[in-house]
């Protein structure tokens, strides 16, 4: 195990750990999206909405409450328990980063900068943003030595750390 840096009493969770977590969530949240999608697709079929709109719609409907949701689910989950269940299979937690409490007003911070952003993917244009802003927060994660906080974690002033074992 490697040893915390100075002023920090745990050991920073690896970039790999991170992503993993996130990945494991992003395919359960697929599925929600998928429903919603094809529910919203099927409704505005039905009522003559699509071929007004477009196909873009039902996807913009998914995205944003699927992404609002994430946000809000991310939010509550570090607020109760300091971990979103990916974060529980990977035995990884949020915890403030040194000379910091985390409040909940950090914890919506967090959330707004990632993964908050991914509810606007479907809008044309604001999707390039989005990725980039979603590159950002992994390439930062890389980055920062040896805390490994991504840019949303720098904001909040909060740590992902390794559960003692």
Known sequence: MV??????????ADWWERLVARSIEALVIGVFYYILFIAAWGLLRTVGLLEVYGDWLPGLFAWLVVGLAYAGYDCLAH???????GKAIMKIRL???PGRRLSPGDLAKRAILYPGPIALAEIPGVNVVVGILVFAVGLSILIDKPLQRG???????SLVIKDPH
């Open 79 to 85: 607020y109760r328990r300091r971990r979103t269940f």
């Open 151 to 157: 840019l949303h974690d720098r904001w909040a002033g």
């Open 95 to 97: 915890e403030r980063a």
């Open 3 to 12: 040893a915390p840096p100075p002023g920090v009493r745990a050991v920073p």
